[in-house]
């Protein structure tokens, strides 16, 4: 179970103005209570929002919004999925851009699968872990037959496609690659 505390400063409730009408005890929503009402004791002047600047809404830049979000934090982006490969660098070794790729997804942990059972050509392979932006890093995926380390990668919703860049020292060790989503399930 949550709790959720709401911190007014005092300033705040002083300055609201409101309509008049009796809430809670006998007093009213707006001006400074005198007591029972304070209708009798001088009249309200408010116009008819909190601000006094028209609108009565919840964007009213007076006030930080502070309010807590319910349940739990997001997860991380659905990235399984078919995908098309494409690679860049002189360090992808034997990495097949024309292998089946697939990513299989359970709640954020990714395992990247490509190649055929009868053991094809294969693309990238691996197991890794997506956090909510949809970026992980230190990755150990194989590319190809070539084990890799250190790698890392970002999502781009937009474009549908998880780059992956495993580093290296120079252009020799370089190795980028951009796994397009062909589609929402493997083959």
């Not at 809670?24 to 209570?33: A, L, R």
Request: negative net charge; proline residues 5%.
């Amino acid at each position: 179970m949550r709790s959720y505390f709401i911190v007014i400063p005092l300033g705040a409730l002083v300055a609201c103005g409101g309509s008049g009408s009796t809430i809670g005890n006998g007093t009213d929503g707006g001006g400074i209570d005198s007591g029972a009402s304070d209708s009798a004791a001088r009249a309200d002047t408010s116009t008819g929002n909190d601000s006094g600047r028209g609108s009565d809404s919840a964007s009213d830049s007076s006030a930080p919004d502070t309010a807590l979000p319910d349940g739990p934090a997001p997860p991380c982006p659905d990235v399984a999925g078919a995908y098309s490969v494409m690679a860049a660098g002189q360090g992808c070794g034997d990495l097949s851009t024309s292998a089946a790729q697939c990513i299989t997804q359970t709640s954020c942990h990714l395992m990247l699968v490509s190649g055929t059972a009868g053991g094809g050509a294969a693309a990238v392979n691996g197991l890794t872990q997506l956090d909510m932006s949809g970026a992980f890093m230190g990755a150990a995926l194989q590319f190809g037959t070539v084990q890799r380390t250190g790698c890392t990668g970002q999502w781009d919703p937009i474009m549908q496609a998880l780059t992956v860049d495993c580093g290296g020292m120079g252009t020799s060790q370089s190795c980028i690659v951009t796994l397009t989503r062909t589609g929402n399930t493997c083959p």
